[in-house]
Every structure is written in C-alpha cells, then in structure tokens.
C-alpha cells in the first residue's frame, strides 16, 4: 500500500480513491467497483439500487433538522479510460493501478490514472461515509459506461432519481463552473482489402511512432499536440512512393475519444531500397523531432525488424487509405465565438485497426451546433467513401449540455465559491461532453452545474491530479451542500 497517497488531505477522499484504483474498471467492465461502492454504501445502512443499465444509486437522509432541503444529486462515473505506454506492463483487466505522488500531484505508472472520474467517486464515498456534514436529503449516483458513450446516463428512466439538483463530479479544472457541454457523435468507416503475398526478396519491419502526449479529444484538441495516426500515415505515403515500401498492417489508438499517442505499421521493404528507406527513418524521426520540440519532446520513430507477415495490404486499397487519412480532419474545426478559448467544433481520428481482410478507421466529432457537427461527419464519410470504404456509419453518442446562465443553482454556487475561497469563480461551457446533457434530457427541469479538481492530460498514460486542488474541490463540495 502506498502509505504516502494515504497521508494526503483530504485523507477520506485520497484513500477512497486509492481504494478504487487497486478495482480494474475499464468501461463496460465496472462490476467489481459497484459491487464494491454498493457493498460499502449498504453497510453504512444507506439504501442501494442498480438500474437495468447497471447504474448505482445510494439514497443517504438529511441531517437532523435538514430535511425539508431540495434533494441533491452527486453524480459521478464509475469507469475510466484505459491508456498504457508501449514499454508498460498492465493489464487493465486484471491489475491494480500503481499510482504515486510526484511533486504536486498524483499520477501513475506509465498508465492512465483514472483521477477522471475516480476523484469524483471517491469524494461521493467520502460525502456518503462523513456524519459531521450538514447536508440535506442526497441522491449518489455511479454511473457506467461514460467513457463507452454514455451508455449509463442514457439509460436512465424518467423517475429513477428525486433530484431536481445536481451536482457533477466530472470537471477538470478547480475553480471553474461549468454550465454547458459539446455534443458528441461517432463516423467510423471499414476498408475491405485484398491479402497479397509479400513482394520476393524483401525484409519485414514495425515501424515504431511512440512517446507522444495522446490526450482527452474534448480537453486537449485545441493543443495540437501529435496525431500518431496522422504522422504514421504521413511517413507512409513517403514510403510506400519513394521505398515501395509495402504495408500489412497500421495500428493506432486505442480509444476513439482519446488523441492517439503512439501507432505501428508492419512493413515490407525490398531489399535493394533498404540504405534509403533507413536513411529515410532517421530523418523523419529527425523532422518530428524539430517540429515538435515543445509540444511532443518524448517523440521516438523508428524500425524494428520482425518476421515476415503472411500477406501485405493490396496496392490499391492501401495508396486510397493513406489518401483518406491525408485528408481526413483532425483537430479544431472552429473557435466559439461567445467564450474566448473554447473549441465551438472539432473532429478527433482517434484510432486505425487492421486485420481479416478489413480496415477499421475510427473518428470521433464535438460541436455545440449539431448541424455543424452532422456536417464534419458528412464530409468524413465522404472521404472515407471515395476511398472505397465498403461502410461508413454515424452514431450520436451524447446531446450537448445548453448553458443557463440564469440558473439559480448557478448564482448559488457562484457565491458560495467567492465566499470560500474570496476569488471569483470562473463560469464557464467545456468542449469535453458531460453526462449532464444526457440526464438533462431525461431530466428537463433539473437543474445542474459541474465541478472538480485540476486534472491534466486525462486520456492519457501521462494523466495526473493536482493534490492541492482535490482538497480545494472537497471544501467547495462541502460547502455546497451546506448552502444549498
């Protein structure tokens, strides 16, 4: 046990969210954690109920005296996006994180962290085990599937919760107020391809793009940081023209909603081109290097030689899959022009598979405007159907979250803040999705704000929470559900 992370202040929160992070709860796989935060809610005597969707709600009764307060929900989800360096030995099914302090925050090995959304469960257990609180009558509710498209949020039912105020635990910047959301969608597209044998007199390679920051698609768009899929690909149209380089195989990403930090290509190359195509390699690890000496110091690039693959890609179909991803949007599509800094549309190439003959490209759009939005998908599958894709299919994930500045529950938590803290807090929409414009549309007259410690690089192996903001959040949830 790390007997540091436990010393931390606010000691409840810290050690809860430890807790919480020796249960793997990659998305979809969060039965354990319920099972476990259900198991501790029942033995405090709280009363527990899971949805059919696998949603946990805890019912905790006012204070003494507190008991004619307006019913408030903390809401939080249950499960994390599962991001590993290439060098990390992890298995998200089945291993603890190894989580450690290291100056002023808490991160993890070489994986993701899981502080979004484990400091938000954690401060709920927190909130729930406390009997000093004043508080009035709380609804918790654990959400699943968030990182899966709001899968949870989408399947509550009109009644399951008396709330008509919520709280969410999922922002990821302390003494910020969010009121409003980007909507999300998904165009992902499938390439058939042909399995052809490998060209005579060839050596087989993995070409190796790691070390870049990935990042959360609704947080870090704006950072233009690295694609991994776009600068693999960028190599291989080089390649493939200069080399004859041949591919049998391009994987990128993992997670749609995250910005791809590494990728690799399985590549033949004849053995005549073999001088250039190394010469090749150092150079563009070179180019990277030079392009992005601030934003992506780590970059590494190179070749590993590895056993000749069965079959490499057709011709045809791979020179038209280098074209798409070429074209293919990537990054800010527009500013909003109401808030200064805020990504109004943006389209994320999140991840690349393939295998069996098939080639999955995988992207994922944010826009407050829906049509704008529906527009950027139109054009990807557009691209994506020049290129011969045999399927390219559109999924609304979550409807956005419209800001009301004239909230009550707003101006509250606004002036709870400044008391507290004697600063203004900074009022604020966000291009990540929150699961508030899910529940406000099942929920139309709930009313709704966002709050949470600083967390950076969410989505990422890099991930990390800022220990002084976690105690500043809880004080601020404490005296929230005081004052409202």
Known sequence: ?????????????????????????????????????????????????????????????????????????????????????????????????QIMIDGDWVTADRTTLGADN?????????????????????????????????????????????????????????????????????????????????????????????????????VDIHMEWGNAIKLMNRFLCQATKSWNVRVASIEGGSVVTAIPGEAFAIVTVPGEKLTSFFRGVREFEETLKEELSISEPSVVFEAVAVDMPRGIIDKFTIDSLIHAICECPHGVVRMNSDQEGLVHTSSNLGKITTGSGRIEIFTFQRSFDDHEMNEVGTRIRRIFKWAGASKVTHKLIFQGWKPDKTSPLLKKVESIYKELFRLEPKVKSIHAGLECGVIKSIYPDMEMVSIGPTICFAHSPNERVNIVSVRDFWMFLVEILKGV
């Open 1 to 97: 046990m790390n007997r540091e992370i436990l010393e931390l202040e606010p000691c409840q929160v810290w050690t809860h969210f430890y807790n919480i992070s020796q249960i793997p709860r990659k998305s979809g796989k969060e039965e354990v954690a319920r099972h476990y935060i259900k198991t501790f809610a029942e033995g405090l005597g709280f009363e527990t109920i899971v949805d059919k969707t696998g949603n946990l709600l805890v019912r905790k009764p006012a204070v003494p005296g507190m008991e004619t307060r307006e019913i408030i929900c903390l809401q939080s989800h249950l499960d994390m996006i599962t991001q590993k360096s290439n060098d990390a030995i992890h298995d998200f099914d089945e291993d603890p994180l």
């Open 118 to 218: 484990g400091i938000g469960v954690a401060a709920s257990m927190a909130v729930l085990e406390y009997k000093t609180i004043p508080h009035g009558p709380l609804e918790f509710l654990f959400t699943v599937g968030e990182e899966s498209g709001f899968i949870g949020a989408l399947g509550l039912k009109p009644g399951f919760l008396k709330s008509k105020v919520l709280i969410n635990l999922d922002a990821e910047l302390e003494g910020h107020l969010y009121n409003g959301s980007a909507g999300g969608r998904s165009t992902n597209a499938i390439l058939k391809y042909t399995e052809e044998n490998p060209l005579p007199n060839s050596a087989a390679y993995e070409i190796r793009l790691t070390g870049l920051r990935g990042g959360h698609s609704g």
